[in-house]
């Protein structure tokens, strides 16, 4: 079961790395997200999987979208991979694979506890108490943080004073 | 072999599967995608009659399999499977006609560069439609109502290039909404006083006696008992869905689709939902019967709705020169009736009819993309004409389902299953209005058939796109042979002498003898004249002389011109609406525009301003106090940052990379070191 | 090798998945989206753990998760917003010629 939902997340999200199309790559991520979510479920946290697809693939998927067609280049203009960017996808994929190797080999190493059994059971009523109690405070400064990075957000996408409505400058 | 109420899911999700087969498919994948969604229907299909063949081993058992979704602390959302003989023969109308339509769409499709799309749309249709059919909880039947809202609107949308298409889709996705929001409400209240949403649940489900006892004892405003508000906002999404009158506006437009959409969702199946609908919740419908002191009763303004619908189709469909648009008005004529029957308390007669409708109305629909297709997209009819020589196989078929639609005697299902509402309607107490609907709509829709048939198969072509016609592929005729078989054959399950459908559906025995056949002899003589009659008078108008040119006027424009001319505008309801309920939105926006721009906008700047002026106060504190100790500061910090700056190729990759080669060396050392 | 095993390893993946995009893409909306996935890793373990770890009760796995998902759907709003600042001020979303804040 976990190498099935190992494929479903790790396939499409390599393919989404590779893809030219900005559209297709998002649209594989979804799918990617869409794994993790399964994930989620599977391991039993009912509530991350929802989360996860009411933020990832239902909401940030769609601000990628978005961002992709308002930043919508005429094709002739995306240049071709050059001897650069070949050269930088080379180092890219050395430097991942010497830091997955290291992880890797420290989980290997690692004496971990073998199968645990049944999943655990946490209720959204435990998972609510917890929120407010415990972690009450950690919460409010969710909050203020989502506030403020919903203003950052419109400040830097906003169009500056002297632009025209139409984004053209 | 029977499929077992566990595995039940399987029907649904194989079509599931099929879509999301053709979803990851490239465009020139079109043999997969359709191979896939063909297969995936036809294995439904079987399983479907595998499980109608269990069910009715004991059609009085509601057999079901309930599991819980998620947990919630104080109980569990509950989603449930349920068996029994209406969802078995509803599921095996669904995938039959379905498999059918596919078949058909082969040939119709061919030429269109979106074909593994539109296959993928047909199964995430049929998925949602079956899925609608298993559900044993109205929250699992009202996310597949939706899906299905969103594949009918795909699928109208299909050709969106054309303007009249996208139109077309969104207006029948926000009317249908409209309805839906009723039933939401409907589905939350039930969901608040019953404590449950399951159907069936060993005595706990919302149609099983002890819930709908509680239900019927309490009462809401103005005296309506609680089960009567409930079912009647439960009504609004299944008005929306199946077309009734005053949502019936969507459905002529979404004859923009595709025909084979057409005919497979705008004639048999989705609108066919709302029928579904109200028969599968008739218990908790007609919950409050058996009150006498309530201003009226959920089934009454059912049944009101439907004559009203049936009645305002069939005159609408006089007028219509689109051939799909007659056959769309019919259809809300039709779904009209079975409200009708719903209504007046014969919900075995309201699904024969359903049953019946959608193979007729199916063979009627693909008969008419046949003529299309030939036609090269000709559809109106005043273009059309002498098709019976150079179309033969689609003209029989054709006027097979036309006679039963118009339930010409004895031989054609239509006639049996109208039968069968009218004798309902006959016997009900509350108000006669339903029968007389009813007859007048069984003369009307005789004539229109007669008109149509004649106008588009009789007379001589009157365009070259008719005189150039050719007769269809076998991929397209042969669909038609079987349908218009099952339109014949299908109603001698359900004849008074034997009502072998009803009494399955309703669990009760069979009591069937010869003597029963002609029951209720009078009133089978009236509709039987009154389809003479209106075949005759059809026949006399367009038949005996045929038009002559596609400019030439109608003979009952000719002699009402301002009757017809409201008629063909189809009384002017969308307009009605436009000026209506889009000004009121259109006002409501305005308002909503000047709260936001007025109230909260001077509020936000209020705030901005208080901040402004806090700015003020404490700039004169820091320009006088604390700035000399800061630049002696600054001037240490400018010259190390300075320094630093070197290491800033301002290149966000190299950061990056720098991050990453960083770990990987700490990680080496600890790994080297040993991790203290 | 235990499930929990196979889980780190499929985060392990994912993360580097997300890291070589990252660093080999140039436009700015794909490093942004391999940043996304590697935060998607880390959300990963943390469920890994909590589901194999000694006290799945405590659920502060769990909590940290959400917190997790607020915060990068937070950086994902500022980021994309950025996006859109970058391009409206050099026409591409190259990251490699976008070299103006170096010291």
Redesign the interface.
Known sequence: M??L??LL??VP??A??LRRN?VH??LL?VL??AG?AA??LW??????AF??VL??VG??SM??L???L??R?NPD?A?PPDA??RL??G???L??????A????????TP?????GA??????????L??MGR?AG?LLV?GA??TV??L???V??A?EPG?KPG?K? | MTLSVQHLWLIPALPLAAAAVGAVLPRSGRVPAASAAIAAMGAAFVLSCLALNGALADPARHAVHNFAWFDLGHGAVMLGWLLDPLTAFMCVMVTFVGLLIFVFSLGYMRDDPHFARFFCFLSLFAAAMLGLLVANSLLLLFICWELVGLASYLLIGFWFHRPAAAAAAKKAFLTTRLGDLGFLLGLLWLYDSAGSLLFYDAGRGVLESGVLAGLTAQTVAGGLALSTAIGLLLFCGAVGKSGQFPLHVWLPDAMEGPTPVSALIHAATMVAAGVFLVARLYPLMAADQALAAVPVHALTVVALIGAVTALLGAVIAVAQDDIKRVLAFSTVSQLGYMMLALGVGAWTAAIFHLLTHAFFKALLFLGAGSVIHAAHHEQDIRRLGGLRTRLPATYRTFVIGMMALAGVPFLFSGFWSKEAILHAAHGWTVSPLPLWAGLAAVALTAFYMTRLVAETFFGSPRSPAAAHAEESPAVMRIPLVLLAGCAILLGFLGTPAWPWLQARLAGAPLHGSLEHLFEGGGLMLLSIALVGAGIGLGWRFYGRRPRASAAAADPLAAASPTLMAALAARLGCDEFYAATVGRLHALAAAVADGLDRWVLGAAVSGVGLLGQFGGVVSRENDEGALNGGFDAAGAGLRGAGRSYARAQTGRVHGYLRALAVAFVVLGLVLLAGGVP | MSPLHLCLLLSTGLFCIGLAGALSRSNAILVLLGIELMLNAANLNFIAFWRYGPAPSAGAGVVFVIFTIAVAAAEAAVGLALVIALHRHRRNLRLPEATRLKG
């Open positions: 976990i190498l939902l190992a997340i790790l999200a390599a989404a790395m900005l790559s998002a991520l990617s997200w993790l994930f989620y391991s039993g946290a009912e509530f991350v989360a996860q933020v990832y909401a940030v601000v990628v978005f961002a992709v308002l930043t280049q203009r240049a650069a960017a930088r996808a180092a890219a994929v430097t991942a694979a010497a830091v997955g290291v992880i890797g080999h420290a989980i290997l190493a971990l506890p073998a199968a645990a999943p655990p059971v946490l209720t959204v009523r435990q998972l609510g917890e929120l972690h950690s969710i943080l989502l990075a919903l950052g957000a419109v830097l996408a169009a632009e984004g400058p």
